[in-house]
């Protein structure tokens, strides 16, 4: 059975950074890219980057390219996602969420349980 | 950079109706990186459709997906009261960055 378990909710103050886990299990860690997404209290799903646990190669969008760093650790199956310079606005469910890609189709398959980080003074 | 838009942003409908949901992307997107998922409160989003029009393990045949292009559409052939959520569609063409559309909340009449 494929699980993705991600860490406990955090709270930062602003300026801080945040860095959260996502552990693997169930399936081969390294054959699938694994996206980042985060959803704002009442808001859609915003796409942060994906990252290939083979290699580490990573992939930011734009609007956090600076501040976003995923990594990995293959000797536990472990994803991670760091935020940092944090503001109100970061304040989100962060979601790791594994890639399936295939000659006829390419898709998130699984998600984490998500993450809550909260951005307060 | 592909915006994919969703609409309506909000669609009320009764158990029983025919749900029509549609997803507009700004440039035109490979059908075989076209995906629906379905959020529902306190929830992770789950898989429904993959490949524009593929359904996901499990997910019941009143789910279809269709499109092609700039255009495609997730349509639930007869409303049942778990299927009330919101929907978001998203490409993973061939490069990121990889979006999501702002969503459709389908909510009871």
């Known amino acids: 059975q494929e699980q993705l378990v991600q860490s406990g909710a955090e709270v930062r103050k602003p300026g801080a950074s945040v860095k959260v886990s996502c552990k693997a299990s169930g399936y081969t860690f390294t054959s699938y890219y694994m996206h980042w997404v985060r959803q704002a209290p009442g808001q859609g799903l915003e796409w942060m980057g994906i990252i290939h646990p083979s290699g580490g190669g990573t992939d930011y969008a734009q609007k956090f390219q600076g501040r976003v760093t995923m990594t990995r650790d293959t000797s536990t199956s472990t994803v991670y996602m760091e935020l940092s310079s944090l503001r109100s606005e970061d304040t989100a469910m962060y979601y790791c969420?594994?890639?399936?890609?295939?000659?006829?189709?390419?898709?998130?398959?699984?998600w984490g349980q998500g993450t809550l980080v909260t951005v307060s003074s | 950079e592909i915006v994919l838009t969703q609409s309506p942003v909000t669609l009320s409908l009764s158990p029983g109706e025919r749900a029509t949901l549609s997803c507009r992307a700004s440039?035109?997107?490979?059908?075989?990186?076209l995906a629906w998922y379905q959020q529902k409160p306190g929830q992770a989003p789950r898989l429904l459709i993959y490949?524009?029009?593929s359904r996901a393990a499990g997910i019941p045949d009143r789910f279809s997906g269709s499109g092609s292009g700039t255009d495609f559409t997730l349509t639930i052939s007869r409303l049942e009261p778990e299927d009330f959520a919101v929907y978001y569609c998203?490409?993973?063409?061939?490069?990121?960055?990889?979006?999501f559309g702002q969503g459709t909340k389908l909510e009871i009449k």
């Open positions: 998203q490409q993973t063409g061939s490069s990121p960055p990889y979006s």
């Open positions: 440039q035109s997107v490979s059908s075989i990186y």
């Open positions: 969420a594994r890639d399936y890609c295939s000659t006829t189709s390419c898709y998130v398959v699984n």
């Open positions: 490949g524009a029009s």
